[in-house]
């Protein structure tokens, strides 16, 4: 075997291999050293690693502990202000608007000033056309509309834009039908005649007077209106009751004591408020239709002042009403 040279001393190759300690027990103790080691605490694995021969048994390494490293102190806390509260007077001092504020805050009075009393508007009136939509009136002087039943005209005038205009009053209505002799019903209490409007406008009848032969004359009044209807009837009688007057609807009583129809002649006029005449019929005792119980009516095509006034107008009416007397009394007529 080889020999190593070091250092002028040879030494052999074998011998410095390790091996069982010739001087003691190998060393078979755990990976960790047990032994009481309270120096540096040196690994038993690196021990067992370098050292193969015995256990150490020299002196336990009494020296001193090494003393712990002190800690870099990073941060040091802030101490919080333990002191009171700040009780002083809160910041009443301006906002701060910045560029804005242009001018100290108003703190001058409340403007407690009276209201604007300046002028009116004293522009000019409105001079458009009138209005003549149907008002709603009642009464003959109120305005009026054709269509509308409340609105109607004193006798003599027409509606016309919605106002009662004054026209002629002769032929605004006219005598169409006499019932002078009655044969269902006692005499005078089926009496009666029927007068027709001829404008569009209804009209109260209030106002107008009627005389008859003589003295005889009567004036239609009342609390409320008496109308006809435009291009309608209205039935003047001596009696309101159905049952004494033939089964006829009235109009307007005048009452058997303020005027009677005679049987043979007699006239029937009616005049407006200011005296002038509306319409006239006087019919004679002989040439007018004369049949007891039936109507003298004017031909359902001659509805005029003027020609009512000759007897070929005239014709004996009917169909049978009522009671059984003939006649078309509120209605168009109907020659029999």
Not at 294 to 300: E, G, I, T, V
Request: aromatic content about 4%; proline content about 10%.
């Amino acid at each position: 075997m080889a020999a190593l040279t070091l250092g002028g001393c040879a030494y052999e190759w074998d011998s410095l291999r390790p091996g069982p300690d010739a001087g003691g027990t190998p060393d078979v103790g755990t990976p960790r050293d047990t032994a009481a080691d309270t120096g540096n605490a040196t690994d038993a694995v690196a021990d067992a690693r370098v050292d193969g021969g015995a256990a150490d048994t020299g002196a336990t390494d009494a020296g001193p502990v090494d003393a712990p490293i002190a800690m870099d102190v990073i941060d040091v806390p802030v101490v919080i202000d333990s002191g009171p509260p700040d009780t002083g007077p809160l910041d009443t001092g301006p906002l701060d608007t910045g560029p804005l504020d242009t001018g100290p805050r108003d703190t001058g009075p409340r403007d407690t000033g009276p209201l604007d009393t300046g002028p009116r508007d004293t522009g000019p009136v409105d001079t458009g056309p009138r209005d003549t939509g149907p008002p709603a009136c009642v009464g003959s002087q109120c305005p009026c509309a054709p269509t509308t039943p409340a609105g109607w005209c004193a006798i003599g005038a027409a509606c016309m834009g919605g106002t009662c205009v004054v026209g002629p009053t002769a032929g605004s209505l006219v005598i169409t039908e006499i019932m002078n002799d009655p044969l269902a019903v006692a005499d005078p209490l089926g009496e009666w005649f029927e007068v027709y409007n001829r404008v569009e406008t209804p009209v109260d009848l209030r106002g107008l007077r009627v005389r008859g032969n003589g003295t005889e004359m009567f004036e239609v009044t009342g609390a409320n209106p008496v109308v006809v209807a435009g291009r309608g009837y209205a039935v003047l009688g001596a009696s309101g009751e159905t049952a004494a007057n033939g089964g006829v609807a009235m109009t307007y009583v005048y009452g058997s004591a303020a005027m009677n129809l005679s049987n043979s002649s007699d006239v029937i006029t009616l005049l407006a408020a200011d005296g002038s005449t509306i319409d006239s019929v006087a019919y004679p005792a002989s040439g007018w239709p004369e049949t007891m119980g039936r109507s003298k009516a004017l031909r359902p095509a001659i509805l005029d002042a003027s020609m009512n006034d000759v007897a070929v107008a005239w014709c004996p009416g009917g169909p049978a009403f009522g009671a059984g007397d003939f006649g078309t009394p509120g209605a168009a007529n109907v020659c029999q």
